[in-house]
């Protein structure tokens, strides 16, 4: 009976499987098409093998879980349909099936264990479920195929127990195949393979660079925005259906695990985000229905079940609500722990596009920085011809002057209307200076890099700011451009490159750690006892995978790094990228003092920061707590002058009072 | 012969300009009766270092130092001229807002222009007299602040109600009556700024082209007008038959005193009762009492700002609403949750124009200063007297801020009396 | 602020007409959206949707058209493109007799616009003038709409720190918005580029006279007033002269139990006349 029916079965689960399988590709396919290249899905082994697994073993454990269910799972289905499908009885095939249900079966208790009291960050529902649907596919699996090695051949043959066992392969098949096909947990299997092979950001996966040390950092290959085309008929997304297809296959592969969830800092902070839930919501939408079967977090303060969505439906605010979008850094702390590599930000951005371009609804204080971008060329609303103000005093060198040509560009950013930041522009002048640079600035003439612009959604005026400064750059000559801004170090590297600006960009820490292994800079010795700790910031860091040279920096000065434990690709964001500091969405917490709080845990009297974002962020929060200093100021103040240099003043000097 | 005898106290407190009692004995040095009768004067002891570090000997009889009581005005007032203007020949007609019936500084600048006009075309010999039009009638110091004439329309318009159509008749009976040479409105609105448009677009579609309004007028110079136009520009034009004016436009009048003399409204009457009779198109349906927490923060004439030093919050919105103060906020505040972010006042937040602003519990961070750079007056309630907020202040107290307001609630009595509230505060004071 | 209140009156009998200037930002003089002109568009919006029709007398190429056509989101029904008539005219014309030719071939019964341009003359006379060429009612310093039912819009005046006046206004009439009026919402970058402009073929502006006599000038800092005292006595105007330094810093008051303290401020909030002055019967009340 059993050699009967279990080749049904297993077709017969194969085939509505693959109805399924169909059925869901329509549904990826409603999306923005682009052409389709089957001759990725030979990408898509090593994609999984190298990259995905490389996410995936940060924990260990589940690494190994995973290893032996996907494995002995894809084996044992493979080896069942050679065998029992095809009905080649042959032992050592049987065996090999044995060892891979075996294998199997070890992996699924190991999930079963962690599904017995499940961390918050999973979900449970047809997941809980999932784990027992592992054990049943891999415990019938081995019992039906005991015969073919000899092992009880005669009691499995009819009975009772043989309708047992059948049920069992059944359950498992139904879960394994079906489910596969028809949006069951294991979705994620077949999804996630489409996924990496047609990945929206192919150099995610790109390790063939020439140079060894290049882009050390994975996650950091491919960070720009897309371009948006501004001439389109409806401008970002405002239903599932104007995502591209290959992002709504990205939402789909996503496996619930929860990574985004624990380490989003508007999560934590109790702002209505959940990256999880987000790009479940994103599923919901595509497939149609309302989240009322989400089995896992929610959004903090929204309940779950409320709202609902369908491919044509708007999302906001039937199925996603606007502040749930403005809550966002954007400091891809999720997308970097996505073992799935869902691309949540560009999602984001693509849906704040939308609001902002065709509702008019960017929250209050975005949308007047955004008015102050286009009146003024920064986001303060500033009188741009101000921007060199504070630096009267230090004559620098404007490129104007200069046809023949600078070494390097500084590009000051927004920061040089900010009179913390203004502290740091001078000490990166006063090292310079020291270090012998020939430098110059485009003072009146530079703009916002149109950073916070894009992340708010305002493509059209980002593009006229990258326009107009590619326009200004393109009249001076000049080797490479050094800003203490990530943001700009970010745009102007990254991003400028869609609109015809190429550019060598270096940020200053990276430039100042060049100065010292070229022995340019001498510095008197720390003072011992001071711990320092350090605090990368996204846009350095996560975006552009530059997480050595501060620290580079820190040991030329001979301090003493005390390193957060959420640190390098895995630092907690500041809370004031993304436009997030102007959307400002309420939570329970503000997202730089739990910063602050991991600063204190280190024990730190000083945080070096590399940013004038989180320098405002981290000042920002209550007194008493540690320094908030930027690398350049910590190395201006330890310079050995070799010179007379100009009235650079050291970070030791109490701040400006204003005159009220 | 007297011994002159030196008190080395004196002496030292004489040459030491800093010492406590220098006035003391400072004073009398400068001057003295020699032995032999005469009255001797030490010009070198004489006066004080001024401002401007320069010394300025004050020969008026009271020394400097000694100064402060006299206010500057009684000894300046007697001496303005009279100016009588007997059968005006033509007119320069103001007419002035009057804020609660009383002549305004802007309405005093005013007089200072049409006074400026009245001079370009001749002045008083020409008979050219200035013309004050209110539509209230008592109305004090016109005569100082240069009205030859006075015109009393309260008969013909109410005085408190807002109908700018009834003034525009009235204003054009009198254009009929008198024809000014000149009308000078304030450019202020709703007041004259509305009524000045409204008479000058009538004059202009009456055929009087040139009658189309200069406005903000801020300088008469030469024969010519300048008035601020859009964009950073200036206009400058012959003087228009209707000026709507901006403060300071001219020096107010103190040096000569007028007549004001009222003119009879019936002799001039011949014109008023023709008036046009066009149906209102605007009825004032009176004022809206607005609860100071709806005025945008930016506009709020009184605010009651609380920061960290604050903890009793329910006894901190207990008083605004006793003060009848809007609420404000520092960030910090803003931050712990404890009001809305509309309500932060600084740099990150609202700037604020408030003519008083009352600071409790802030100590003062730049931004937040920078955010209310344009209160007039700001008051500060706090336990450190060293912030920044106490310098910055105009009136501080040094105390703990929740006792202050709590006290302050209890001395003002309650506009919605609660017991259990003011208990409560009680205990507060006491444990404070 | 109050919304108004969109009565089927409001939507079927008044044609609502928006007039709108270019606007000069005030930092970087770059054209945008008026700052007053914003705010009466907004206001449109609110009361009539997108029926809101736009004029403007001037440069088709004008900057802010488009950022006043991005406006034309987030209202109920289809939400079509916004629209605005154009009537082209050269700076030095006169706009008056080109817009009240218009307003009337429109059919237009409720005007709103700005109190005054921020680019040209910025008189803010146009409103008074179209009003009286036209007979029509004109109200000035409009800070919200609160209905509008048969021939009357009742709305609430704007007075001087924040303090509001009612008025009812017959129809047609002219509504001048005031600053403080709700803040314009977004001008969103889709919608501006779905707004259509139509230029008004049919007119013609002709070039106004008077200003042909003016001279433009770049706008001088207004000087500041000195405080000059006119005194025939040196010692007064010394004395004046001299006083300015004197009354610098704060008075601080230290060491004051709460009640003093209270007094104290109390004292001070009504010699600045910010509280009310004591009522006859509150002066001898105790304290608490």
Redesign the interface.
């Known amino acids: 009976m059993l050699q009967t029916l279990l080749p049904i079965l297993i077709f017969a689960a194969l085939a509505v499987g693959a109805a399924g399988a169909v059925r869901r590709i329509r549904l990826w396919r409603q999306g923005r098409r682009t052409p389709m290249r089957w001759h990725r899905l030979v990408l898509m082994p090593k994609r999984y093998l190298n990259d995905l697994h490389h996410v995936v073993a940060r924990d260990k454990a589940i690494a190994h879980t995973h290893v032996a269910t996907a494995g002995g799972f894809v084996a044992a289905m493979a080896l069942a349909l050679v065998v029992h499908g095809f009905g080649w009885h042959n032992p050592i095939l049987g065996g090999l099936l044995l060892a891979a249900s075996l294998c199997m079966f070890i992996g699924a208790l190991a999930v079963n264990r962690r599904r017995i009291d499940p961390p918050a960050k999973l979900s449970k529902g047809p997941w809980q479920r999932l784990s027992k649907s592992l054990l049943a596919y891999s415990v019938g699996m081995f019992l039906v195929s005991l015969p073919l090695v000899g092992v009880a051949p005669t009691l499995l043959g009819g009975g009772v127990l043989a309708l047992i066992l059948l049920a069992l392969v059944a359950w498992g098949l139904a879960e394994m195949l079906i489910g596969m096909g028809w949006g069951g947990p294991m979705k994620h299997a077949f999804a996630g393979s489409f996924h990496l092979a047609f990945h929206r950001r192919p150099e995610r996966f790109d390790d063939q660079h020439r140079d060894v040390a290049h882009d050390v950092h994975r996650g950091s290959r491919s960070t720009a925005l897309f371009p948006l085309d501004?001439t389109a008929k409806?401008?970002g997304v405002e239903k599932p259906a104007d995502f591209q297809w290959e992002q709504l296959l990205g939402f789909d592969a996503c496996v619930q695990c929860g990574r985004c969830q624990s380490v989003c800092p508007a999560y934590a902070a109790g702002q209505p985000l959940n990256p999880k839930k987000l790009i479940q919501d994103m599923v919901v939408g595509m497939a149609g229905g309302s989240d009322a079967r989400y089995a896992g977090s929610g959004y903090p303060g929204i309940e779950v079940g409320k709202h609902h969505g369908g491919p044509s439906d708007a999302i906001v605010p039937q199925l996603v609500e606007a502040q749930t979008l403005w809550a966002c850094t954007t400091c891809r702390a999720c997308v970097e722990e996505c073992p799935m590599m869902i691309e949540h930000v560009d999602a984001i951005v693509d849906m704040r596009r939308f609001i902002?371009?065709?509702?008019?609804?960017?929250p209050?204080k975005g949308?007047a920085a955004?008015?102050n971008l286009?009146?003024?060329?920064n986001p303060g609303?500033?009188?741009?011809a101000s921007r060199l103000d504070w630096a009267a005093d230090l004559d620098i060198p404007r490129i104007q002057q200069r046809p023949e040509g600078v070494d390097v560009l500084l590009w000051l950013g927004d920061g040089a209307f900010d009179?913390r930041n203004q502290r740091t522009l001078r000490a990166l002048v006063k090292i310079l200076r020291a270090g012998g640079v020939d430098f110059a600035v485009l003072g009146d003439e530079e703009r916002d890099s149109g950073d916070v612009a894009r992340r708010l959604g305002?493509e059209?005026?980002f593009q006229r700011l990258a326009e107009r400064n590619i326009a200004t750059l393109s009249r001076y000559r000049f080797q490479r451009i050094v800003t203490a801004d990530p943001h700009s170090f970010h745009v102007l590297g990254r991003e400028y490159g869609a609109f015809g600006g190429d550019y060598v960009v270096k940020h200053h820490s990276t430039f100042i750690a060049e100065l010292f292994d070229a022995g340019r800079l001498s510095v008197k010795a720390a003072e011992p006892g001071e711990t320092v700790t350090y605090h990368d910031p996204c846009y350095l860091g996560r975006y552009n995978g530059e997480f050595a040279a501060p620290r580079q920096v820190l040991a030329a000065l001979g301090v003493e790094v005390a390193e957060m434990e959420r640190s390098g690709y895995r630092s907690r964001c500041c809370g004031g990228g993304g436009g997030a500091a102007l959307s400002?969405v309420?939570g329970k917490a503000?997202i730089p003092d739990m910063r602050m709080e991991d600063v204190r845990e280190t024990g730190a009297t000083t945080v070096a920061v590399a940013c004038p974002q989180c320098t405002a962020m981290l000042e920002?929060v209550?007194e008493p707590r540690p320094q908030v200093k930027d690398l350049a100021e910590l190395v201006a103040a330890a310079l050995v002058e070799p010179s007379a240099a100009p009235t650079a003043r050291t970070s030791t000097e109490a701040?400006e009072?204003?005159p009220? | 012969m007297s011994v002159r005898r030196l008190d080395p106290h004196a002496e030292r407190a004489r040459r030491n300009r800093l010492h406590p009692r220098h006035h003391e004995f400072a004073r009398p040095a400068w001057r003295w009766t020699s032995g032999d009768g005469v009255t001797r004067i030490n010009p070198h002891a004489l006066g004080a270092i001024g401002p401007n570090g320069i010394k300025r000997i004050d020969r008026s009889g009271a020394s400097v130092e000694a100064a402060a009581s006299a206010g500057p005005q009684a000894s300046a007032e007697p001496s303005r001229r009279q100016v009588r203007l007997e059968a005006p020949q033509a007119y320069v007609a103001v007419v002035p807002e009057l804020p609660e019936g009383r002549l305004s500084d802007h309405d005093r600048d005013l007089f200072g222009l049409a006074r400026q006009l009245a001079e370009a075309r001749g002045g008083a010999e020409a008979g050219v007299a200035v013309v004050a039009i209110t539509f209230q009638t008592e109305v004090a110091g016109l005569e100082e602040a240069g009205a030859d004439r006075r015109v009393d329309l309260s008969s013909r318009v109410e005085a408190d109600s807002y109908a700018p159509e009834a003034r525009l008749a009235a204003l054009a009976a009198m254009e009929a009556a008198l024809a000014p040479a000149h009308w000078i409105f304030a450019d202020d609105f709703p007041g004259g700024g509305d009524l000045g448009r409204r008479l000058a677009a009538r004059l202009a579609l009456a055929g009087d082209a040139a009658a189309r309004a200069a406005t903000r007028v801020w300088q008469f110079a030469d024969g010519q007008t300048l008035s601020r136009a859009g964009d950073r520009q200036d206009i400058q034009r012959e003087v228009a038959r209707v000026l709507l004016a901006l403060p300071e436009c001219a020096e107010p009048v103190s040096e000569t005193l007028h007549a004001a003399t009222l003119l009879d409204l019936d002799a001039l009457d011949h014109e008023l009762s023709a008036s046009d009779e066009r149906a209102a198109g605007v009825a004032d349906l009176g004022r809206v009492a607005v609860d100071p927490q709806q005025i945008p923060l930016a506009q709020a004439p009184f605010i009651l700002s609380a920061g960290?030093g604050v903890s009793d919050w329910d006894g901190y919105h207990h008083a605004a609403r006793v003060l009848g103060a809007s609420e404000g906020a520092s960030?910090?505040a803003v931050?712990d949750?404890y009001m809305p972010?509309s309500r932060q006042v600084g740099a990150t937040g609202t700037f604020v124009s408030a003519s008083c602003y009352v600071a409790v519990g802030i100590s003062?961070a730049?931004q937040h200063?920078?955010g209310?750079?344009k209160c007039q007056r700001v008051v500060a309630i706090n336990s450190d007297p060293s912030c920044?907020m106490v310098?910055?202040a105009d009136f501080a107290i040094i105390g703990d801020g929740d006792a202050v307001l709590a006290a302050v609630c209890a001395q003002l009595g309650q506009p919605q009396p609660e017991s259990g509230d003011s208990r409560h505060e009680e205990v507060r004071h006491d444990a404070a | 602020m109050t919304q108004p209140e969109r009565s089927r009156n409001a939507a079927g009998e008044a044609r609502v007409v928006a007039l709108v200037s270019s606007g000069r930002?005030p930092?970087?003089g770059?054209a945008?959206r008026a700052r007053e002109d914003a705010r009466a568009v907004e206001m449109g919006l609110a009361l009539a949707g997108a029926s809101l029709h736009l004029a403007h007398a001037g440069d088709a190429e004008d900057a802010a058209l488009p950022e006043y056509l991005?406006?034309f989101?987030?209202l109920d029904g289809a939400g079509g493109p916004g629209e605005l008539s154009l009537l082209p005219m050269a700076a030095g014309d006169d706009a008056v007799p080109l817009l009240a030719t218009w307003l009337e071939a429109y059919g237009a019964n409720l005007v709103l616009t700005g109190q005054r341009a921020e680019c040209g003359e910025g008189s803010g006379l146009l409103p008074y003038l179209l009003a009286e060429r036209l007979g029509w009612a004109v109200a000035t310093g409009v800070a919200a709409i609160e209905h509008c039912e048969g021939d009357r819009i009742t709305v609430l005046q704007a007075l001087p720190q924040g303090q509001r006046r009612r008025l009812e206004v017959r129809l047609p009439c002219l509504l001048c918005v005031d600053g403080v009026a709700p803040?314009p919402?977004?001008?969103?970058?889709?919608?501006s580029?779905r707004g259509r402009v139509e230029a008004v073929t049919n007119v013609t502006a002709e070039p106004d006279t008077l200003q042909a006599a003016w001279q433009w000038q770049p706008a001088r800092a207004r000087p500041k007033r000195l405080k000059v005292v006119k005194s025939t006595n040196a010692r007064d105007r010394f004395k004046a002269a001299a006083a300015k330094s004197a009354a610098s810093g704060g008075q601080v008051l230290t060491d004051l139990s709460s009640d003093e303290a209270a007094q104290k401020l109390i004292d001070y909030l009504r010699a600045e006349k910010v509280l009310p002055a004591v009522q006859p019967g509150e002066e001898g009340q105790p304290s608490a």
Do not use: C, W, Y
């Open positions: 501004l409806t401008l902002t371009l065709e509702r008019g609804e960017t209050e949308a955004i008015d286009i009146a003024t060329d609303g500033l009188d741009n009179m305002d059209a005026t400002d309420p503000r920002g209550v701040p009072e204003v009220a | 960290r960030r910090v931050d949750g972010r003062g730049v200063l920078q209310i750079t920044d310098k910055r | 930002h930092v970087s770059r945008g991005g406006m989101h987030g803040m919402r977004q001008s969103a970058f889709g919608p580029r």
